[in-house]
């Protein structure tokens, strides 16, 4: 996961799906009838009972989300002023690759 976060790097659905991230992949032309299925299931279910199984799920990430964006929010002012912002980003990365380069080159 934190390889994710860190890297940033794209995945495509079945990875995502490998990953955990999401339940099923489907081709895109199947995408409304997979939709329709799951609500018919959904429909079949006490609205109450839902309801609360819902909002015990939801409890637990509302709980913690504003302290987690405040924390997201302070984790990237500190990397833009690590980094001089937009502007200088790409000077900041082309030092690294040379250092990176550097290092390469005593091995």
């Given at each position: 996961a934190k390889e994710l976060m860190y890297l940033g790097?794209?995945?495509s659905a079945e990875e995502a799906k490998q990953l955990g991230l999401v339940n099923r992949v489907t081709d895109p032309s199947n995408l409304m009838p997979e939709a329709?299925?799951?609500a018919e299931r959904l429909v079949l279910l006490h609205p109450e009972?839902?309801?609360h199984s819902k909002r015990i799920i939801n409890?637990?990430?509302r709980r913690d989300l504003d302290r987690i964006l405040d924390a997201e929010q302070d984790a990237v002012s500190?990397?833009?002023a690590a980094t001089g912002g937009p502007k200088l980003l790409p000077?900041?990365?082309k030092e690294q690759k040379a250092w990176l380069s550097k290092?390469?080159?005593k091995m």
């Open positions: 790097d794209r995945f329709i299925k799951l009972a839902l309801s409890h637990h990430i500190r990397a833009m000077n900041w990365m290092i390469k080159s």
